[in-house]
């Protein structure tokens, strides 16, 4: 609750059990959380920490990304030209609609507005979003593409 970052090996050794029951016991304390927020509204969440290695717990709202990271990823995404202009103004809306709160979308859309107008999608027009999983679960599979 103090923001700490747990660690299950140092856990798992300071209280003399394996880090599978750390593991279970931390499993148990996410769906508590998850329960809590549904019936309470609780804002809090355990989540691994992969640059510290260990779990701890963040409020809901530093989950999400902040509007300067959403434009961050937009200008990325915009500037790869990965995708359709179907497929990105989706994207795009999907990644607004989800992760800048209400009150802030006009002033970040309006920061898009002339990159979405002017986005150039590649001369082949193919979709490409489809193709990503099956193409990464394939690599993941050392399978031949």
Known sequence: MRGQILKKNELAEEIGITTKS????LEDIRDYLDKKHTIEGSRSQLVYNHYEKGYCMKEFEQLKLSTSEVLAISK???????????????????LIENCIPWKNRAEINDMLNNERFHYV??????KFLDKITPLAQAIRG????
């Open 142 to 145: 050392c399978n031949v593409i």
């Open 121 to 126: 999608e590649l001369r082949h027009h193919k």
């Open 76 to 94: 990325i995404l915009l500037e790869s030209r990965a995708f359709t202009k179907k497929e990105m103004m989706n994207l795009l809306d999907k």
């Open 22 to 25: 750390i593991q279970l016991d």
